[in-house]
């Protein structure tokens, strides 16, 4: 018996305990069970034949691009991923592009010549298209929500694009009339006042219409997701218990459909905050017990919000071993440029977004989403799906497109999303947040990057070039000397070929710093082949102390000794008695203690420091000993002090301490009464004088 069915055999006997609860779900439990084992396969309407046979039809006529079968030279630098299967989900979420043609945006394929959309991703390596659906987007005189409007009717149009290019469509059901996440579960308004039973039999109905449609329309329909990063809840529901008779009514209708139609047609559940791995293990562990029927454990994936790769894996690992389900990355992205097209302000923007090692520029998405790629599958993951991909601008930025936002839905929310989301879409409407991130340029071009998925497997080749260079920070102390480094890091687009440049800092730059104050300033560099480059200096008060609030785990750096058999001392984490952050060094014991900690620092400028430390306690008596130290090589200077309660922080200070040979050594010594205690914390030295 395989590992991954042992663990399902020790956890189906807490499922029958739950399974119960999902039992009964009005209109969900209406119609029987279909058994494709036991039961005849159902017969098939006039309507239904003729949309297989449109199916049919429209396979026999797309136009297919097949993936290379050897690496190929291009724009972008691709390191290939040669165990990928070709059948890994290669998918983009394009739900906003209806929206986006009629508010006057036009695609172009590679050689700048107007083309569908839909041919230019399934040219550039895309097998999958995703496009989300809510129920009724729209106001009570049928003004657009925004954020594509994306009914069923708007799923149709574009799903039929998609698979006349040979593309897959996976069913994103959002069961709102907007956007749902972590933050929101708004009920259909058509919903509002239901009971949970209710909702689940109106969700059963909605969902077997909706998908009936869609096949009816020859939508080569090859995965549905049954809610939309669901963690919180679905459909106004938060209850666990609800939340599953909705999973499973959703689930329910879905395997009826894939029946009648004759598709396998999988079911994906859809998370995020992956990050928090315990609590995604949890959620699973709910499914199961819960009896949720489904096919696809769908992750929200974004790397600078949700850790990193090796979590993601971690996490993907755990749900396909356990749990004995498929996992799917449901979306995605990483960005191109940092510049807003639009002006209405993007959600991922700046250095602090940005993940190390990967730039804001075209050859960084790329690699980014290789690199995702790549990880995903060597985790046994089926496949990516790109967050819309092509949201692109509407009008330029410095103009005010908002009327044409307002009029076709093309920007993230209208004003008429006021009403039914009034906290979130309803104060923030406007364009595209995510135009940095499209995988077309802000006129509709496509990028080169967006040739990755093509590339998958056997990479392609482009002449070296640099990608980026990080920019270079410098920290100097006040009235130190200032040294910038004459090397620096280069990324190229071959990240093998990362190297560290001779760079050639600005002389009039560097001499306009006056490194007796605190300041900032930014100093150009050049590198031999003319790249520039920017070193940020910072001048100001260096604390010298290593690990000084003991935060970090590693304490090597501080030596602490005791008389006794019994250290009194511990590094204690407990926000409320440490001076910052949460760890502090503590002391207490039932007998008489005397103990110090102290630090060796050495390679200090020569000057004049001041040291301060801090430190809380009580129940010390008279004769306590405690004092505050530091030891040159030519002497020792000690400050005195005492605890007088809990919270009382004291600040011993030695004001002046002149180092001439690099070193010193800093430390408090207590010497105390039994069952007094205390903490000491955020050691400060600083160079204050020449």
């Known amino acids: 018996m395989k590992k991954s069915h042992r663990k399902l055999t020790a956890l189906f006997a807490a499922s029958a305990i739950c399974v119960s609860l999902i039992q009964g779900c009005g209109a969900a439990d209406s119609s029987p069970a279909v058994d494709a084992q036991t039961q005849e396969q159902p017969q098939t309407s006039d309507t239904q034949q003729q949309a297989a046979e449109q199916t049919e039809e429209v396979s026999e006529l797309n136009t297919m691009f097949p993936l290379p079968d050897a690496s190929e030279e291009s724009d972008i630098f691709v390191e290939p991923i040669p165990s990928l299967s070709d059948n890994f989900i290669r998918g983009m979420d394009v739900s906003s592009v209806l929206a986006e043609e009629h508010s006057g945006v036009t695609y172009y394929n590679y050689n700048g010549e107007e083309q569908d959309i839909f041919m230019t991703l399934a040219q550039s390596g895309i097998n999958y298209i995703r496009l989300r659906v809510w129920n009724d987007p729209y106001d009570a005189d049928g003004n657009g929500y925004g954020g594509g409007n994306n009914d069923v009717s708007t799923a149709i149009e574009l799903g039929k694009r998609a698979t006349e290019y040979g593309m897959k469509v996976c069913i994103d059901f959002h069961y709102s009339d907007f956007w749902a996440d972590p933050k929101k579960q708004f009920t259909p308004k058509a919903w509002e006042g239901m009971s949970a039973d209710e909702k689940c039999d109106a969700l059963y109905d909605y969902t077997k219409e909706s998908l009936t449609q869609l096949l009816d329309a020859g939508v080569d329909v090859g995965m549905v997701q049954i809610g939309n990063e669901i963690n919180n809840g679905m459909a106004g529901e938060t209850l666990m218990p609800s939340v599953m008779k909705l999973l499973s009514a959703g689930s329910k209708a879905v395997r009826e459909v894939s029946q009648q139609y004759g598709k396998d047609i999988q079911i994906a559940v859809h998370y995020t905050n992956i990050e928090q791995a315990d609590n995604i293990n949890k959620t699973a562990l709910n499914l199961l017990s819960y009896g949720v029927d489904y096919d696809i454990f769908g992750m929200s994936y974004y790397p600078f919000w949700h850790g990193t790769m090796e979590n993601m894996q971690e996490v993907a690992k755990n749900i396909q071993d356990t749990y004995g389900k498929k996992v799917a990355i449901m979306e995605t992205s990483y960005c191109y440029t940092s510049e807003d097209g639009d002006g209405s302000g993007n959600s991922v923007s700046g250095e602090g977004d940005l993940v190390d090692g990967y730039a804001a520029s075209v050859q960084s998405q790329a690699t980014m989403i290789r690199d995702i790629c790549a990880a995903a599958n060597e ?166 102390i290593k690990n000084p609030s003991f935060e970090e785990t590693d304490t090597s750096m501080w030596k602490v000794t005791y008389e006794g058999a019994d250290n009194p001392t511990d590094f204690q984490k407990k926000t409320d008695d440490a001076h910052s952050g949460d760890i502090a060094f503590h002391f207490w014991s039932e007998a008489s203690m005397e103990f110090s900690i102290e630090q060796e620092l050495t390679g200090l400028e020569a000057g004049t420091y001041q040291l301060i430390a801090y430190a809380q306690g009580g129940d010390v008596t008279p004769d306590a000993e405690m004092e505050l130290y530091a030891i040159t090589s030519e002497d020792e200077q000690t400050t005195p002090f005492t605890l007088s309660g809990y919270a009382n922080w004291q600040d011993p200070t030695i004001p002046e301490i002149k180092v001439t040979d690099g070193t010193l050594t800093i430390g408090v010594r207590i010497k105390s009464n039994p069952k007094s205690w205390g903490t000491v914390d955020d050691f400060t030295l600083n160079r204050i004088s020449d």
Not at 429 to 458: I, R
Not at 515 to 539: F, N, P, Q, R
């Open 379 to 544: 985790a046994g993951v089926m496949g990516v799906f790109y967050w819309e991909g092509a949201w692109i601008p509407v009008g330029k930025a410095d103009a005010d497109n908002s009327p044409i936002w307002e009029k076709y839905g093309s920007g993230w929310a209208s004003s008429y999303s006021a009403d039914y989301d009034p906290n979130d879409a309803g104060l923030y409407y406007g364009g595209s947040s995510w135009d940095n991130q499209a995988m077309f340029d802000f006129e509709g071009h496509p990028l080169a990057s967006l040739n990755v998925f093509k590339y998958l497997k056997y990479g392609s080749t482009a002449p070296l070039a640099i990608d980026y260079i990080p920019d270079t920070y410098i920290t100097a102390d006040v009235g130190g000397e200032l040294i910038l480094p004459e090397k620096i890091d280069v990324v190229y687009n071959n990240r093998a070929s990362n190297e560290q440049a001779a760079v050639k800092w600005d002389e009039a730059q560097l001499a306009a710093i006056d490194t007796g104050t605190s300041g900032s300033y930014e100093i150009e560099g050049t590198l031999e082949d003319g790249t520039k480059t920017t070193c940020h200096v910072k001048v100001e008060m260096l604390n010298h």
